[in-house]
């Protein structure tokens, strides 16, 4: 099947610096990637649409210039977390669509925990 | 806006007991259904779906009906292995959209 990779899997960095977190399409392309953030024993919440080519598409709440994402090429969205406070302390994960027969299936990465001190 | 609402956890069964993970949800238009699994170190997997009412979606002994008429995906099966532990989240899509709304999602732990 399709696998989706996230690097790094846990990050710890101090409050004000900024952090990356990349999620590779190992085997196939992706024009659009979805970037997810998850509390402790709440749901997957969607933060934004990350689009090849294109600037990415935001769910309302979630501040654009906090969160840089970049989709460099068809295999690789970036997700920056700028200034990170503890507050931003989360578990990020992303997916990637790929058309199966009739239907487009999203592949989950595995996750990137980011603690901020 | 969209929701799901699933049953809260944890979940522990004994091996070859029968399980049940209720999910109803709100949503406007027709959305499918979904079930994720995520194994400890994983990401999520799509474990079954169902596109339409009265649909049934099944996969690895797991089994899921789309009722439209109480708004419910409950996830069962039979008779768990120590193998099916992990943590199961309920989904939607909206027609036409790419986006899923999740539960919370419930841990399930098998014991022998």
């Given at each position: 099947g399709a696998v989706v990779s996230q690097h790094p899997s846990w990050v710890i960095c101090k409050s004000g610096t900024s952090v990356k977190i990349e999620?590779?399409?190992?085997?196939?392309?992706a024009t659009t990637m979805f970037w997810y953030r998850q509390f402790p024993k709440q749901s997957l919440m969607l933060m934004a649409t990350s689009n090849e080519g294109s600037k990415a598409t935001?769910?309302?709440g979630v501040e654009k210039d906090k969160?840089?994402?970049?989709?460099?090429?068809?295999?690789?969205?970036?997700?920056?977390?700028t200034s990170a406070h503890p507050e931003d302390s989360s578990f990020y994960i992303c997916s990637a669509p790929l058309k199966l027969e009739s239907y487009n299936e999203q592949f989950f990465g595995p996750g990137?925990?980011?603690?901020?001190? | 806006g969209d929701s799901v609402t699933q049953m809260e956890g944890p979940v522990t069964l004994s091996e070859e007991a029968f399980l049940t993970i209720n999910c109803t949800y709100t949503a406007t238009g027709?959305?499918?259904?979904?079930?994720?699994?995520?194994?400890?170190?994983?990401?999520l997997q799509l474990l079954l779906k169902a596109t339409k009412a009265d649909d049934k979606g099944s996969?690895?002994?797991?089994?899921?009906?789309?009722?439209k008429e109480t708004?419910?995906?409950?996830?069962?099966?039979?008779?768990?292995?120590v193998s099916d532990s992990a943590v199961y989240f309920c989904a939607l899509r909206n027609f036409g959209n790419e986006k899923l709304t999740f539960g919370t999602g419930t841990?399930?732990?098998i014991i022998p």
């Open positions: 999620c590779r399409s190992l085997d196939f392309q935001y769910e309302q969160f840089l994402i970049n989709h460099a090429s068809l295999t690789l969205s970036t997700l920056t977390v990137t925990r980011l603690t901020v001190l | 027709y959305p499918s259904l979904f079930w994720y699994v995520q194994y400890p170190g994983e990401g996969n690895k002994g797991f089994e899921a009906t789309y009722r708004t419910s995906f409950h996830l069962e099966k039979g008779s768990v292995q841990r399930l732990t």
